[in-house]
């Protein structure tokens, strides 16, 4: 704060006022690589204003349809990618390496060796630019940047990805986990059925399921399984492989609709699978909203794009006087900027990562991370 000038008459010559200083930015460099996309993101914080994303691109290792993908062939893919894509990504952003103050990278969860491609290249580029190492926790990394892009306040999160489903709200400097799914998580078991109907994983499976539920009239029987705070979907996927495998070689006999007026199509199975498996999601986050009294629910990870299960939180929000709050692709799929904006994050509350810790792990829960940049 500047100093108040003496008085002219008790001093005469005049005290020239101290300039404000200008707030000091900081630039964080992200790298994500825990599943099949490679992400690098640039983002910029100004103290007092909105996070300036410099950068955010992405590179997706896409496996033939029918097929899954393996952690040692998207680890090559993102060892080929990551080079280029962080070049690619400081002449877009004109960011100089100078300007960057710390290299963020994701920690864990996720898949063992796509993250130690990214890590080992994380670690390179912090001794090449003596840059500090921050690792970060990709589920943090996804409810950080959803509250950013959004502005929801206090929201209960539900995080749905390929990998993980988690109901979570925030107590005490921790992101506290109310209800998960106990087995596999809802993305999983979408990319598993799209494989059995031998759908596209271009440009993702969960997305072409959406758009062939979208076409989709009959609603058929599934299991449907929440217990308590927690959900499983298992079963469900068991099931509907059971009803695909009817539909596509008809025997015992042609699958029919419930009424039997009608032959189900594939269209019918993807809109049955969404329906379900989204009624369950929508059922635990009701409850927890409730449980912590919160009017606001924000969607993050990649199924969060998924326009049908906006809609249906939408629906259950609205009848609680609530609202819904939802990124796009750029920011709910895995990305390099979530990445740096939650290292950011910690890095300016003092965190840094030593380079003999920094490892990767597939397990890292949510609830392991000290938030002490909120109140």
Not at 37 to 49: F, S, Y
Not at 84 to 109: M, W
Not at 173 to 198: K, M, P
Not at 276 to 299: K, N, P, W
Request: charged fraction near 20%; proline fraction near 5%.
């Amino acid at each position: 704060m500047s100093k108040r000038p003496q008085d002219e008459t008790t001093n005469p010559r005049k005290q020239p006022r101290l300039a404000m200083s200008t707030p000091k930015s900081t630039i964080a460099l992200g790298l994500e690589g825990s599943a099949n996309k490679l992400g690098i993101g640039l983002i910029r914080h100004t103290p007092g204003q909105p996070a300036e994303v410099l950068s955010n691109i992405r590179h997706t290792f896409v496996s033939p349809p029918g097929e899954g993908f393996l952690p040692k062939d998207v680890a090559l893919h993102h060892r080929s990618w990551i080079v280029p894509l962080i070049k690619r990504a400081l002449s877009e952003s004109g960011t100089k390496v100078a300007d960057i103050d710390c290299i963020c990278y994701t920690k864990g969860p996720g898949m063992g060796a796509p993250l130690q491609s990214v890590a080992v290249a994380a670690r390179a580029l912090s001794l090449l630019w003596k840059k500090p190492l921050v690792g970060v926790n990709h589920c943090v990394g996804h409810i950080e940047m959803g509250r950013e892009i959004t502005g929801a306040d206090n929201p209960v999160v539900l995080y749905v990805s390929g990998g993980n489903t988690q109901v979570i709200a925030y107590a005490a400097q921790r992101y506290r986990i109310f209800g998960e799914a106990l087995d596999i998580a809802v993305g999983n078991c979408l990319d598993r059925f799209a494989r059995t109907l031998q759908i596209s994983n271009d440009p993702a499976p969960g997305y072409n399921i959406e758009q062939m539920a979208k076409l989709g009239k009959n609603l058929l029987d599934l299991p449907y399984t929440v217990k308590g705070m927690d959900c499983s979907f298992s079963g469900i996927l068991a099931s509907v492989d059971q009803l695909a495998n009817q539909l596509l070689t008809g025997k015992p006999k042609p699958l029919m609709n419930v009424e039997g007026t009608e032959v189900v199509t594939r269209e019918d199975l993807c809109f049955t699978l969404q329906e379900t498996v989204f009624s369950m999601l929508v059922e635990i986050t009701e409850r927890a909203m409730a449980h912590v009294g919160s009017s606001q629910v924000l969607i993050v990870g990649g199924v969060g794009c998924n326009e049908r299960l906006q809609e249906m939180m939408g629906l259950m929000a609205r009848d609680r006087g609530g609202s819904v709050y939802a990124t796009d692709e750029r920011f709910c799929i895995d990305n390099g900027i979530m990445i740096a904006h939650a290292g950011l994050l910690a890095h300016k509350q003092g965190f840094e990562t030593t380079l003999e810790e920094s490892t990767c792990t597939q397990r890292f829960r949510t609830d392991e991370v000290l938030v002490n940049w909120r109140d």
